[in-house]
């Protein structure tokens, strides 16, 4: 039986990137060890629920002396006050994916237009992706592969 596929967009990292989406959407709602940073919004111009995943690079590992919970908005803060963060962006996180937080029915298309209003940030990619065949890579590799990497694989249309 095939995976499911989702409607995902995905934003390559980048300063600006950061900024925005401590501006708008405010400190991460949930920060794993992993790296992950994922935040929810609802009542978008779509109507429904999205989740916003900032992905980790491959082989993450946290910077000293910094909980898992202030690496995101440090990180943030520094950038939007002109800082040097305690590590670069790219050198924490490969890219954001958002994607219907529930089983919503929206076309990709509308999805990448949603998001990049929202953050005022446009996606790099949008498309269909099978997040259970890049989860299983992920926790195989125990981190070791891009999961942005392989969704801009995955995503059939670049935007």
């Excluded at 989406?21 to 779509?46: H, I, K, M």
Aim: hydrophobic share 45%; proline share 8%.
């Amino acid at each position: 039986m095939p995976n499911e596929l989702v409607p995902t967009c995905v934003f390559r990292i980048s300063d600006e990137l950061v900024i925005a989406l401590a501006r708008v959407l405010g400190e991460p709602v949930d920060a794993y060890v992993n790296g992950s940073q994922v935040w929810f919004t609802e009542g978008d111009p779509a109507d429904i629920a999205l989740e916003w995943r900032l992905h980790p690079v491959a082989g993450y590992l946290r910077p000293d002396g910094i909980d898992t919970y202030d690496v995101f908005p440090s990180v943030a803060l520094a950038l939007g006050t002109g800082g040097t963060p305690s590590r670069a962006p790219a050198a924490l996180w490969d890219g954001l994916e958002v994607f219907p937080a529930f089983s919503a029915d929206i076309e990709p298309m509308t999805l990448a237009s949603v998001a990049g209003a929202h953050l005022g940030v446009q996606p790099d990619a949008v498309g269909m992706a099978d997040h259970e065949s890049i989860a299983n890579e992920w926790e195989a590799t125990k981190g070791g592969v891009s999961i942005i990497a392989r969704l801009i694989h995955q995503l059939s249309d670049a935007v």
